[in-house]
Each structure stands twice: as structure tokens, then as C-alpha cells.
């Protein structure tokens, strides 16, 4: 069971718009830690998508975008394309255990 | 560019120690402003955070994990390790190694960049 919860799936169409949920609570995103998104392809290294408000490292297309209120977080995905076939997690800090937390993943189908 | 790189035994028996060692390359683990962490994957659910140890050699550990685990850095191989004791079933899945950055105007850590990972199966 993860700290953060993630919907096991989500699916859409090539051109449409998917959000991925990334739900918390009190200790952990809802105390004004940021939610740092990442794209992980089974037997790669996982990669950095989103970090802090709303940033994009070098590299990372501004087809994915990422918000937070109160204790959930979302990641935005525009334009969808067969590359964003993929597994994608959500991570933040949290205060009760001390350390960092992910959420469960969600894996993306590009129908 | 700052690369990391996994290694491990592979295969482990219940009860064992396990060791895994990450080199890392294109910067320094004595770098100011980072921390250098273990992340896990378990066969079929999320990543689980291990621990950490920053450029002074401080470290810090998953509560749940916190009896079993010991890591530690080789600043002369700029590589950092992690010993798991006591393994169990529960303990096998894919193991990586990261670099925690806190980027100003983030609350709170990121990963960036990652190993690719060693499995780690514990079996008899």
C-alpha cells in the first residue's frame, strides 16, 4: 500500500488529453511539499518528467505539466502519443514517516 | 553529465546480506546540495525509498527498513553502497540508485538522474 495514491490505469486516444491523480494527505503533500512526477519504462532508469511547480528539466516536452491543491496533485499529459505508452509515478516528502514517498504508478495506454 | 550504475549479486539466499554498490560518474558524491539515494521496486508495485547519504556522509533511512539496512560512500571510488541483512521474499525487486536534489523554490526533494537498476532475487 502506497502513501500516495495513484489510479492503476489510465487510458486515451493519439491527440487527446490525459491527467494522471496523485493523492495525499496532511503530512505529506498537503503540508506544502512539492509532487515531483516521473516516466519510468519497465527496465530503464526511471526519468524526471516534472519537479517542484510545475518545472521541466531540459528535454522533457511542454506537453506534460504538473499541478497540486490541497492534498492531490495531477500530471498532465496533452497531445498524447504512442512514446507516452508507459509507467508513471508521483513522489513527495512526507513528515510522519520522514522520508520520501512515491505512489503506486499508473500505467498510461495509448489506445 | 552525472550518470549512475547499479551492481549487485544478483541472487540471494533468505536470510543473507545483500550488498549493492553504485558508481557514479560526471560529479562528485561530495558535491554540496545532494544526497545519494536507494530506491526499490518490488515485483508488481510502487517504488519504495530506501535511504540516503549526502555529501557529508550523513545518512538517514526508511523507518520500516531502518533495522536492516546500512548504507555508506567511497569518496576515493565516488561510488555508495547499501547492505540489506536479513532478507526475505518481500525483499526482491529491482534496486536503484539516485541522486536527491532540491532545486531552489522546491519544497522538498527530487531524483534526478537514476541507475537503470539491479535486480535482486531472493531465493533458496
Known amino acids: 500500500q502506497s502513501v500516495l495514491t495513484q489510479p492503476p490505469s489510465v487510458s486515451g486516444a493519439p491527440g487527446q488529453r490525459v491527467t494522471i491523480s496523485c493523492t495525499g494527505s496532511?503530512?505529506?503533500?498537503?503540508?506544502?511539499?512539492?509532487v515531483h512526477w516521473y516516466q519510468h519504462l519497465p527496465g530503464t532508469a526511471p526519468k524526471l518528467l516534472i519537479y517542484?511547480?510545475?518545472n521541466r528539466p531540459s528535454g522533457v516536452p511542454d506537453r506534460f505539466s504538473g499541478s497540486k491543491s490541497g492534498t492531490s496533485a495531477s500530471l498532465a499529459i496533452t497531445g498524447l502519443q504512442a512514446e507516452d505508452e508507459t509507467d508513471y509515478y508521483c513522489?513527495?516528502?512526507?513528515?510522519?514517516?520522514?522520508?520520501?514517498?512515491f505512489g503506486g504508478g499508473t500505467k498510461l495506454a495509448v489506445l | 553529465q552525472v550518470q549512475l550504475q547499479e551492481s549487485g549479486p544478483g541472487l540471494v539466499k533468505p536470510s543473507q546480506t545483500v550488498s549493492l554498490t553504485c558508481i557514479v560518474s560526471?560529479?562528485?558524491?561530495?558535491?554540496?546540495?545532494?544526497?545519494w539515494s536507494w530506491i526499490r521496486q518490488n515485483p508488481g508495485k510502487g517504488l519504495e525509498w530506501i535511504g540516503f547519504i549526502n555529501n557529508s556522509g550523513d545518512t538517514r533511512y526508511n523507518p520500516s527498513l531502518k533495522s536492516r539496512v546500512f548504507i555508506s560512500g567511497d569518496t576515493s571510488k565516488n561510488q555508495f553502497s547499501v547492505k540489506l541483512r536479513s532478507v526475505t521474499a518481500a525483499d526482491t525487486g529491482v534496486y536503484f540508485c539516485?541522486?536527491?536534489?532540491?532545486?531552489?523554490?522546491?519544497?522538498?526533494?527530487?531524483?534526478?538522474?537514476w541507475g537503470q537498476g539491479t535486480l535482486v532475487i531472493v531465493s533458496s
Open positions: 539516485a541522486r536527491g536534489i532540491v532545486a531552489a523554490g522546491t519544497v522538498g526533494e527530487y531524483f534526478h538522474p
Open positions: 513522489q513527495s516528502y512526507d513528515d510522519s514517516l520522514t522520508g520520501w514517498v
Open positions: 560526471g560529479g562528485s558524491i561530495t558535491s554540496g546540495g545532494y544526497s
Open positions: 517542484g511547480k510545475n
Open positions: 496532511s503530512s505529506n503533500i498537503g503540508a506544502g511539499y512539492d
